[in-house]
């Protein structure tokens, strides 16, 4: 299965979800059509599962980077940074994660189990930094008005904003006229505001 995913990965970044076909995934590897269908009944499960595995790696890169992180702002940072640094020099993997995640029956529809497979992701990813952001309002480092899960889970959509206007603007052409560095930088920035500050 780990090689149907592999080449369904590489037919979705080179040719995007319309040149992605079973035809194609199975005359890569030698074998017969409904061997595919086995794994995956339809285009829309396969797409789901490799935007999945992009999800999955995300997390653990971002997981790895909050536990690091010495604070609450530190980890927010780290949510931001990792999002981004993720899918740098890769935005058509992150392309893939937008198809994969879409609620367009015609290429991938998002069933309850399909959820239920993403959402312990999202604990992985945002656990360590609400975490951190809940012990330093114990601590009295940071107002009590600020909701750690939500400030983490905004810090996500942040990134993934920058990313999907990435996304867009570079596939036609007309590429964003800040560095990563520069925009994620700035998402930081006032993040840690919220934090320290306590700007709401």
């Known amino acids: 299965m780990q090689d149907i995913l592999k080449v369904a990965r590489e037919l979705l970044m080179r040719k995007g979800v319309e040149g992605l076909t079973f035809e194609a995934v199975a005359e890569q590897l030698s074998l017969t059509k409904p061997a595919v269908f086995h794994y995956f009944d339809s285009k829309a499960a396969l797409v789901f599962a490799v935007a999945l595995g992009e999800f999955e790696d995300m997390a653990h890169r971002i997981h790895a980077a909050t536990v690091e992180a010495p604070d609450g702002a530190s980890a927010l940072e780290a949510v931001i940074r990792g999002t981004v640094l993720h899918f740098h020099g890769r935005i058509d993997a992150f392309r893939v994660v ?5 609620m367009d029956e015609s290429v991938a529809f998002i069933r309850p189990e399909h959820l239920a497979r993403l959402r312990p992701l999202n604990d992985l990813s945002y656990g360590p930094a609400a975490q951190k952001l809940a012990d330093d309002m114990r601590a009295g ?6 909701n750690p899960r939500r400030l983490v889970f905004s810090a996500f ?17 007309d590429p964003l006229g800040y560095s990563d560095e520069a925009l994620v ?3 930081c920035a006032a993040f840690r505001a919220v934090v320290e500050k306590g700007t709401p």
């Open 98 to 102: 937008l198809h994969g995640l879409q």
């Open 141 to 146: 480092r940071i107002p009590r008005h600020v």
């Open 157 to 173: 959509l942040a990134a993934f904003g920058l990313l999907s206007m990435k996304a867009m603007v570079e596939r036609l052409n």
């Open 185 to 187: 930088k700035e998402l």
